[in-house]
């Protein structure tokens, strides 16, 4: 399998998710501003949509999409408990933390990337994104992980998204519990490959 990534992004979980399961892969990096992979290529010939992650897969096949990039992944090895059965109630719980992290916390940071975003926008954003972090507040001071006591591929990603926060002074310890666990986290083997590996 080749994974596409560029440093910074959410193709770190997928490679968090590759290290746990110690699945074969090969990193290919993406620019994200020329659209070129490290060896030359248009990177839009192997994802349209112009931006990482791709898991493109023996057959030829390309996944995109970091969350269901992580459940694919975590289906290949079942037996690691990255993710619960497909077809469960527990996995629909875990697709629900997933499109939470995704649509509220992962597109909430997103638009301060810009710099070109007014001041009073970004304290919307800002506002909008601290409601979001209460959640996960709330839900981290009930449990070690996200979906209960393991730790699974939406902690992978996650962690990942947490990480951004550096970059516009956004201090995790107004979160305890989630601080916490984003502490925690980062000693895992897996995530500590992954960071030497995406950049």
């Excluded at 694919?72 to 090895?77: E, G, P, Q, S, V």
């Amino acid at each position: 399998m080749k994974l596409y990534y560029a440093p910074h992004t959410c193709s770190l979980s997928p490679l968090i998710v590759l290290n746990e399961l110690g699945l074969p892969h090969e990193l290919i990096k993406v620019d994200n501003q020329s659209k070129r992979t490290a060896d030359g290529r248009d990177f839009r010939t192997i994802n349209p949509k112009g931006y990482v992650a791709a898991l493109e897969l023996e057959n030829g096949e390309v996944l995109t999409e970091g969350p269901a990039i992580i459940q694919y992944l975590a289906d290949l090895k079942p037996e690691a408990a990255l993710a619960p059965p497909a077809g469960s109630w527990e996995r629909v719980r875990l697709q629900e933390m997933l499109n939470f992290i995704t649509s509220e916390i992962h597109a909430g940071v997103a638009p301060l990337f810009n710099s070109e975003l007014p001041e009073a926008a970004r304290t919307i954003f800002r506002d909008r994104l601290s409601r979001r972090m209460s959640v996960l507040e709330t839900t981290l001071q009930q449990r070690a992980y996200l979906m209960g006591a393991t730790f699974t591929v939406a902690d992978a990603y996650l962690y990942t998204v947490l990480g951004w926060f550096q970059f516009f002074a956004i201090d995790l310890n107004e979160w305890p519990a989630v601080a916490s666990y984003h502490a925690g986290l980062a000693s895992r083997p897996s995530i500590q490959a992954a960071q030497q590996a995406h950049n």
